[in-house]
């Protein structure tokens, strides 16, 4: 496995691979690496096949954070990202410094943005404002550094699955979008960098967000008619806020395509929550 | 030379052509071709070499116009046009209509654009608010679709040309932009497509903005300090004014690198302009 660090050198390999007609498979990554970014890595290795390259992009990219989020203390630990890319079967990963990809940025010499107007509106955009158009930025460049055939996701940030294959469809980027499922721990918790945030007391609370879908999946099977998801957010909000350090920060009723609020919960109503535990804001979502 | 219509065809032939390591120059255009066009297909032709390919796209772009503007009466003549393109030496003309183009849009399914936020804001971008967006979005899209190792743009939308610079640098796409000379009728006006909007009266005012230009250079060359850009604008106003259709949108002084205005003229300083004559907009510009 290699480790690329300019830009310049990671687009060249690119467009050799692509000469070369090598297929080339990307999974974006911000780096502290869990089980959910491997189970990616290995699909990407699939989809490879063989004769195919992974690469692995490992960037903590600034665009995407809100001036009072999480940046600076974002976890931040390359050596044993590499190390587990390594093992999952990545080819190559590309870890490149801001100057790399944001040259200028600094003196206002960075200026072109990818937009999202419809999807990144609500949920994570709304709690979020520029968010998304970080993600989509990024992306898109990272898109054209490694001009990848397929690019992994992970379902567990649905939204942000959902916004790219959005502009990747808009902006007819020739890359294919794959979902993989989220990767939960025993008690159902969905991985997440950010879980390592989490104290002791809030690690044992924070399996309520998957408790809490389960309980409206399961109410949606039992419903004899369709569920008023009003209600339901509030028989949900009631149960998450149980656990003394949850508080609910969205419950969203909704349809997977167009985003749109469900006024009721049914069998492919999309459910997606943020709770913060403690001090730590955490994501959820599943179809019911 | 032949026309591809569908989107998902001229990218199926773009990814071939780039596995057989073929080089493709691109120009992409509204059509309603003139002289300044061909001379971009024909430097298209020169780059791509005899076993490069040449795509010239032929698509009145609707993002880019806004609601008061003449999109609905931009002229149109593909039989013309695609003949033009063969002649200066293309070998695909990319034809595809709005649907092909942004699918779902009048149902509210687009949703992504590209924008820079920048260089787009003055002139031009300050004149017609959404145009630049329109632009880049579009180019963006075209560059997906055709994926050319060059595009060439002309010199007479010195604006367009810098802003998409901008957004192939921050975007990191593997294009190289060249950018071609203004071509000018004999008297000295920048060909345009909406030059054939003028009559009579107003074809034989039009020069004025070539005039105008002429006699900024001539001052900065003759000058034995610094100009006023003040000062320089409204002798320039004034002297373009003469002509009784014509009624001056905008002359700017700036740094073509940054687009800040130049409180003092000079060598390499850039001057650009918007003149109506009579209900047409004409725009024109020149290094000094």
Same mark, same amino acid.
């Given at each position: 496995?290699?480790?690329?660090?300019?830009?310049?050198?990671?687009?060249?390999?690119?467009?050799?691979?692509?000469?070369? &007609?090598?297929?080339?498979?990307?999974?974006?990554?911000?780096? $502290?690496? #869990?089980? &959910?970014?491997?189970?990616?890595?290995?699909?990407?290795?699939?989809?490879?096949?063989?004769?195919?390259?992974?690469?692995?992009?490992?960037?903590?990219?600034?665009?995407? +954070?809100?001036?009072? %989020?999480?940046?600076?203390?974002?976890?931040?630990? +390359?050596?044993?990202?590499?190390?587990?890319?390594? %093992?999952?079967?990545?080819?190559? !990963? +590309?870890?490149?410094?801001?100057?790399?990809?944001?040259?200028?940025?600094?003196?206002?010499?960075?200026?072109?943005?990818?937009?999202?107007?419809?999807?990144?509106?609500?949920?994570?955009? %709304?709690?979020?404002?520029?968010?998304?158009?970080?993600?989509?930025? !990024?992306?898109?460049?990272? +898109?054209?550094?490694?001009?990848?055939? @397929? $690019?992994?996701?992970?379902?567990?940030?649905?939204?942000?699955?959902?916004?790219?294959?959005?502009?990747?469809?808009?902006?007819?980027?020739?890359?294919?979008?794959?979902?993989?499922?989220?990767?939960?721990?025993?008690?159902?918790? $969905?991985?997440?960098?950010?879980?390592?945030?989490?104290?002791?007391?809030?690690?044992?609370?924070?399996?309520?967000?998957?408790?809490?879908?389960?309980?409206?999946?399961?109410? !949606?099977? $039992?419903?004899?008619?369709?569920?008023?998801?009003?209600?339901?957010?509030?028989?949900?909000?009631?149960? @998450?806020?149980?656990?003394?350090?949850?508080?609910?920060?969205? !419950? #969203?009723?909704?349809?997977?395509?167009?985003?749109?609020?469900?006024?009721?919960?049914?069998?492919?109503? #999309?459910?997606?929550?943020?709770?913060?535990?403690?001090?730590?804001?955490?994501?959820?979502?599943?179809?019911?």
């Amino acid at each position: 496995m290699r480790v690329v660090k300019s830009v310049s050198a990671m687009q060249r390999l690119a467009l050799q691979w692509r000469r070369r &007609g090598v297929r080339v498979s990307f999974v974006p990554t911000m780096g $502290a690496l #869990h089980e &959910g970014h491997l189970s990616l890595v290995r699909r990407a290795r699939k989809l490879a096949g063989t004769k195919g390259l992974v690469v692995v992009s490992i960037y903590v990219n600034p665009t995407q +954070f809100g001036p009072a %989020e999480d940046l600076r203390r974002y976890p931040r630990d +390359f050596n044993r990202d590499s190390e587990l890319c390594r %093992e999952a079967g990545a080819d190559f !990963v +590309f870890f490149p410094t801001d100057t790399e990809m944001y040259p200028g940025k600094s003196e206002g010499r960075y200026s072109t943005y990818v937009v999202e107007e419809n999807l990144s509106r609500a949920m994570e955009g %709304e709690a979020r404002p520029t968010h998304f158009r970080g993600v989509t930025t !990024v992306v898109a460049k990272l +898109f054209n550094i490694v001009l990848p055939d @397929i $690019a992994v996701f992970g379902a567990k940030d649905f939204q942000q699955a959902t916004v790219i294959q959005r502009m990747v469809s808009d902006l007819n980027f020739p890359v294919k979008i794959v979902v993989a499922p989220t990767v939960r721990e025993r008690d159902g918790l $969905a991985m997440s960098s950010r879980n390592r945030y989490l104290d002791e007391q809030q690690r044992a609370q924070a399996p309520v967000l998957w408790r809490a879908i389960q309980h409206a999946q399961k109410k !949606v099977v $039992a419903a004899k008619r369709l569920l008023d998801a009003e209600k339901l957010r509030s028989e949900l909000k009631k149960l @998450i806020e149980q656990q003394p350090t949850a508080r609910v920060d969205y !419950v #969203h009723f909704f349809d997977p395509q167009t985003f749109m609020a469900a006024p009721k919960a049914t069998r492919g109503t #999309h459910l997606a929550m943020a709770v913060f535990v403690g001090k730590t804001r955490l994501i959820d979502n599943a179809p019911l």
